[in-house]
């Protein structure tokens, strides 16, 4: 049991050195291709932050723990929204862009309602798994066409901050080298971290009789959205609201398409009816919530970061209140 307490300290401390490398890498990426860091929030950091997921539930899958796998991706997207973008929101308000109100957030909102119809059997098949894949292609062709049409980003207010990643200045090549690298370290980090954590944490949850539906909901889905947690709160701190936000969108968009679209296609993925009566409709719930705070303010403040919390806290205690 000390073993699981180790892990579980050196995972958040190995996923807040990962959170930081890996906004500052997005943003001199951004800034040297001269795109929009909602771009690199919705796609490169998204799917980042997304592989502990990708990881965890499809080495479920294999294990024969499919309950943890759907768990997984439904309590991360979630948590993602009523923790992650309040956790944010009230360490600094978030301000939101014209692109998460008329693409982002509708985008993944049509996501969520794909994945509650394709669950409503009972049963995530192969070829459920192949449709949400051919999503995940067609939202990348997409994300590349509209920053296409929307031409280079402006980043000017970011040069000097930049630049002072790359003490030589001048040199791109090199630029490029180290904000990938950033990047890539960060990654790496965010994975080692969240497998560190899961491991601990799962320990402690099985020695303590408790479902493999309520493990994933709960301990295993907060672990592997620690690297989400990280960022959004790292990139808000940092005045990134761009890719705070659209962090958050991406890895919802990334859990659902890729993560449960490659464990279903390769196991069929069997769903727990409390999944279908209760939690996903939660999930979709959160995700409309989201309207009106993004239609009516500018910023997701602290009001709503805490009015979130809430909700989540009595969804938290209904699913512990439930069992198994």
Do not use: C
């Not at 600094?92 to 008329?102: A, E, G, H, Y």
């Not at 630049?163 to 990047?183: C, F, M, Q, S």
């Not at 899961?198 to 690297?227: D, F, H, N, Q, Y």
């Not at 979709?284 to 009001?303: D, E, Q, Y």
């Amino acid at each position: 049991m000390l073993t699981a307490f180790v892990q579980l300290g050196a995972g958040f401390i190995i996923l807040a050195t990962g959170g930081h490398y890996i906004v500052r890498g997005a943003v001199s990426i951004a800034f040297l291709a001269k795109i929009s860091t909602a771009v690199v929030g919705l796609t490169v950091v998204a799917f980042g932050t997304s592989l502990p997921e990708l990881a965890v539930s499809v080495n479920a899958a294999a294990a024969g723990s499919t309950a943890i796998a759907y768990a997984n991706v439904v309590g991360s997207n979630i948590f993602n929204i009523a923790v992650i973008l309040a956790g944010a929101a009230l360490v600094k308000p978030v301000l939101i862009s014209r692109n998460t109100r008329l693409l982002e957030h509708p985008g993944m909102f049509a996501v969520l309602v794909l994945f509650l119809f394709m669950a409503r059997d009972g049963l995530m098949s192969r070829i459920d798994g192949a449709v949400l894949l051919f999503g995940l292609v067609l939202f990348i062709v997409l994300t590349v066409l509209h920053t296409r049409a929307a031409g280079p980003a402006d980043h000017s207010s970011r040069k000097a901050e930049i630049e002072g990643l790359h003490p030589d200045g001048g040199n791109r090549g090199r630029a490029w080298g180290l904000g990938i690298a950033y990047v890539v370290a960060g990654i790496v980090g965010l994975w080692i971290g969240a497998e560190f954590l899961v491991k601990g944490a799962v320990t402690i949850a099985k020695s303590m009789g408790v479902s493999e539906r309520v493990i994933g909901l709960t301990i295993i889905a907060m672990g592997t959205s620690l690297p989400e947690l990280v960022t959004s709160i790292v990139a808000a701190r940092r005045g990134e609201h761009e890719i705070a936000l659209s962090n958050l969108m991406g890895s919802n968009l990334f859990n659902v398409l890729a993560v449960l679209g490659l464990t279903s296609f390769v196991f069929a993925v069997p769903v727990d009816p409390r999944a279908i009566s209760l939690d996903n409709w939660v999930m979709l719930g959160f995700g409309a919530a989201l309207f009106p705070i993004l239609w009516l303010s500018k910023h997701v403040t602290r009001v709503h970061g805490a009015l979130l919390l809430a909700a989540f806290g009595v969804y938290f205690v209904v699913v512990l209140g439930g069992g198994g």
